[in-house]
């Protein structure tokens, strides 16, 4: 008899749904992705018949709440990460969620540990699954490398230089004289779990900064030029053998 295949829910029709998570699932042949939603009705439309995914929705609630599907993917803006994860997580769907779940870190340990004993939750964490990433890991496996003290990351983002290169997800009311966190979010997150998962080591006290190097770039959602406050550099040294 043939194992029934999970049933997989899209939130969110952009980039990474386009590039990566739906292509991820469709080459998965014990998945099967029944549902987009977003909503922008047109391009969850779009994204539908693209990929041949049977329904399309503006209705997250309605596409939650559906007993037939099997595991929410949640790949929405950073700021909508939380109520969807945990509405998935209440109708006991299985969630995978785009980093962060929460900017608030005890509420991302508030949904982990509500789906903790009977449903499965992962971060999409890709850099996990890069041939270098792999390849290394197993070098640290095999003993190669010795016994690992220190983890030193780098990652580098070069398009962000250019200030014309139009923001995304960023708040344009926030108060610029505060700096706000981005590059922290969308790339320190997989370095630091690279550092975790090759050392061994949970981190315990962290100390970092963060630095503003382009205050004038173009934000999308205003169309405009705009001063913004946000985090192009980080560095942060720990008191556990991780160190970035």
């Known amino acids: 008899m043939q194992e029934s295949k999970l049933r997989v829910a899209v939130l969110g029709a952009g980039a990474w749904a386009n590039f990566a998570h739906i292509p991820g699932w469709q080459r998965d042949p014990r998945c099967e992705v029944v549902a987009i939603c977003d909503p922008v009705a047109e391009r969850a439309q779009e994204f539908a018949a693209r990929f041949n995914i049977p329904a399309a929705s503006t209705d997250w609630q309605q596409i939650v709440g559906d007993p037939s599907i099997d595991v929410i993917d949640v790949c929405t803006p ?37 789906g903790r004993f009977r449903l499965k939750t992962k971060l999409g964490f890709t850099f996990r699954c890069s041939p270098g990433v792999q390849y290394a890991k197993s070098l640290i496996d095999e003993g190669f490398t010795g016994r690992p003290f220190i983890f030193n990351g780098y990652e580098q983002n070069s398009q ?81 053998p991780t160190v970035r």
């Open 78 to 114: 950073s700021a909508t990460h939380f109520r969807l994860a945990w509405a998935g997580l209440e109708a006991n769907k299985h969630v995978l969620c785009e980093k962060p779940v929460a900017f608030d870190y005890r509420e991302t340990q508030r949904a982990a540990a509500l």
């Open 160 to 240: 962000w230089l250019d200030p014309m290169n139009p923001l995304r997800q960023v708040d344009v009311d926030a108060d610029q004289s505060v700096i706000q966190t981005s590059s922290l979010e969308g790339y320190g997150a997989p370095v630091i779990d690279i550092s975790h998962w090759w050392v061994g080591a949970d981190l315990q006290r962290v100390v970092g900064t963060m630095r503003n190097f382009i205050p004038e770039r173009m934000v999308r959602d205003a169309g405009k030029m705009m001063r913004m406050n946000i985090d192009d550099g980080d560095i942060y040294p720990a008191n556990s």
